[in-house]
């Protein structure tokens, strides 16, 4: 598959990269809809999940950022967490075979070039399959690209990654799916979730296929 990069515009303030502790699901969640389910039949799940205010609305614990959403994304309780130790909060959301993860981590100095390696890395690690199609910088936002294989079908994701505007948390946008449907995937995450306000992808607006 190759990659063509449309970016935005707007202003995109220069941002610094840090570490990201290596606790990311690396596949589309095929369990989606009986996870949709539980969650339907249980309204309470997401609001057990750490942030999650509820159904649509979310406010990361250590960080104080903000992610709202519409249907049909919801809350995938299991793969949300707010661990203080690490100084980590994710939210997970899916929609059907698609995943869409936002990670907030405090902040170390290091820089976005420094950080695209570590997550290379570990995603090469977690899932030998991994191949990184291609990455790349736009004033100091960084965004990586990438395939694997899930139940033995072509998937794909991409992931930008920043400094927060007050220097304190790397923000972590990412959104995978299989190769067939992420074009719709990485639209509805684009339009369907915001974060802080906003869109959650300050750089790529499509990855055609």
């Known amino acids: 598959m190759a990659v063509h990069a449309t970016f935005h ?78 100084a980590l909060d994710r939210l997970s959301l899916i929609s059907g075979t698609a995943r869409f993860q936002v990670f907030f981590v405090a902040a170390e100095g290091e820089t976005a070039a420094e950080y ?28 990586i690209a990438y395939s694997f294989v899930s139940d033995g079908q072509q998937a794909v994701g991409v992931a930008e990654v920043s400094l927060s505007a007050d220097g304190t948390a790397i923000q972590v946008v990412e959104v995978m799916d299989y190769d067939v449907t992420f074009e719709d995937a990485f639209d509805s995450a684009s339009t369907g979730v915001e974060l802080d306000g906003a869109s959650p992808f300050r750089v790529l607006v499509e990855w055609p296929g």
Do not use: H, K, M
């Open 9 to 86: 515009t707007g202003r995109i303030l220069l941002f610094t990269l840090a570490i990201i502790v290596g606790i990311v699901i690396a596949s589309p969640n095929g369990a989606g809809a009986q996870i949709r389910e539980r969650i339907e039949a249980s309204p309470e799940a997401e609001v057990d999940a750490a942030g999650v205010l509820g159904e649509f609305e979310y406010q990361s614990p250590q960080f104080g950022y903000t992610v709202e959403w519409a249907e049909p994304w919801v809350v995938d309780p299991a793969a949300t967490e707010s661990n203080i130790g690490i």
């Open 116 to 143: 695209a390696e570590r997550f290379i890395d570990f995603r090469i690690s977690y899932d030998p399959t991994t191949e990184i199609v291609t990455t790349g910088d736009r004033r100091g936002l960084t965004w």
